[in-house]
Nanobody, 123 residues
Framework: VQLQASGGGLVHTGGSLRLSCAAS????????LAWFRQAPGKKREGVACISKTDGSTYYPDSVKGRFTISISRDNVKKLVYLQMNSLKPEDTAVYYC???????????????WGQGTQVTVSS
C-alpha cells in the first residue's frame, strides 16, 4: 500500500485548495479512505472519510459544507481528492491521507499513511 499526498500550499482566508492523494497497491473498494490533519501542538483529527461499503462520506462539523472528499479512478491512476473551500486560518495544518481495511475510524486505527502536505491559511 502506497499513498502520496500533494497539493498543499499557502492561501488567503476564504480561498480554496484541492489536495490529491495517489493510491496504489490495494483495491479501493476494500478500504476506507480518509483525510486527517494535525496542527502544531494539537492531536491529529479526521476531516473527511469515504466508506468502503457504500461510498458514504463523513465530515466533522468544523469542515462540513466546506470540504469534500472524492475518488477518481482511471486505468492508470487512483486518486483521492480533498476539495477545501472557504478556508479559515484554523484550517492551517499538515494534511495526511490514510487508508485501511476498516470502515471510517479515528486515526489510531489506520496503518497506511501518506507523507503529509502543508496547508497554510493566512488571515
Amino acid at each position: 500500500v502506497q499513498l502520496q499526498a500533494s497539493g498543499g500550499g499557502l492561501v488567503h482566508t476564504g480561498g480554496s485548495l484541492r489536495l490529491s492523494c495517489a493510491a496504489s497497491g490495494f483495491a479501493l473498494d476494500s478500504y476506507s479512505l480518509a483525510w486527517f490533519r494535525q496542527a502544531p501542538g494539537k492531536k491529529r483529527e479526521g476531516v473527511a472519510c469515504i466508506s468502503k461499503t457504500d461510498g458514504s462520506t463523513y465530515y466533522p462539523d468544523s469542515v462540513k459544507g466546506r470540504f469534500t472528499i472524492s475518488i477518481s479512478r482511471d486505468n492508470v491512476k487512483k486518486l483521492v481528492y480533498l476539495q477545501m473551500n472557504s478556508l479559515k486560518p484554523e484550517d492551517t495544518a499538515v494534511y495526511y491521507c490514510a487508508t485501511d481495511r476498516y470502515e471510517c475510524q479515528p486515526p489510531a486505527f489506520y496503518d497506511y499513511w501518506g507523507q503529509g502536505t502543508q496547508v497554510t491559511v493566512s488571515s
